[in-house]
C-alpha cells in the first residue's frame, strides 16, 4: 500500500491567496480527505497579504469544521522577531526561539483566545518557519495545546510531555516508503502554476495512500528518546543547508 500521507496547510488568513486555496480545496474533495489548517490568529506579515480580506472567513473555517478540517494555532502574528533555528532548525528565523517565556506564553494564549472566540478549537501548535524551542513547549502544555505538527519520523511520537507529527523530509522519498505515515506541507499563498501541475499529479498517484489529518491523529504515538532527538535536530539543520528541497 505504502506509507501513508496526511496534508497540512500553511498560512491561513482572511487576505490569503484564495483562487489558491480553492484549488486545493477541490484536490482534498477529489482524494477524499480533509486535512489540517494553520491559521494565523492576527497575521501582521505583509508577505501573507495577497488581496483583500475576506469578511466571511470564520464562517468559511466553521463550514469547513463541519465537514471534517482540523485546525492549528500557527504563531500568532506570523512575524519573524529573532535569528534562531530553535528544537527543529530547518529556517535561522523565528517568532517564538529565543523569546522570553513569558512573552512566548502571551502570544500563544491571546491566539487560542481569538480562535476560539470565533469557535475554531485548536489543540495543535503549528510554528511559523517550523521554529520554537524549550520554553515554547512549556507555554504550549501550560496552556492545554498538545499537540505539535512537525518534526521527522515515520509514525506520531511523544517527547517533553506532546505529541509531534511529523512532516515530510524529502518528499519524493517519502512517498517511495513502504510504512509509516508522513505530512504534506501546502502554502496557497506561494504556489506557483508548474507547483499546481506537480500537485495534481501527486494527488492523481497517491490519492490512494492519503488519509485525513484526523485519522493521523488516532495513530498511537511512540516514544522519541533523545537520540531520536538529536538525530532530529542534525536532519533538520542539514536540510537547512541544503536549501530546503522539496521535492
Known sequence: ???????????????????????FLKLFEEAGITPLLGIVPESRDEKLRCGKPREDFYEVMRGLKKKGFCFALHGCYHLYTTKKGGLFPLNTCSEFAGVPYEKQKEMLSFGKKQLEEQGIEADIFMAPAHSYDKNTLRALKELGITKVTDGFGKEPYTCKGLTFYPISFLLGRSLKQKNGVTTLVLHANTVTEADKERYRKLFGEYGKNMISYSEYLER????????????????????????????
Open 1 to 23: 500500500m505504502g506509507r501513508k500521507i496526511a496534508v497540512r496547510m500553511d498560512d491561513i488568513t482572511p487576505d490569503m491567496n484564495w483562487e489558491n486555496f480553492r484549488f
Open 220 to 247: 498511537t504515538p511512540v516514544k522519541r528518546m533523545l537520540p531520536g532527538r538529536i538525530g532530529e535536530y542534525l536532519l533538520a539543520k542539514g536540510k537547512h543547508f541544503a536549501g530546503n528541497i522539496r521535492w
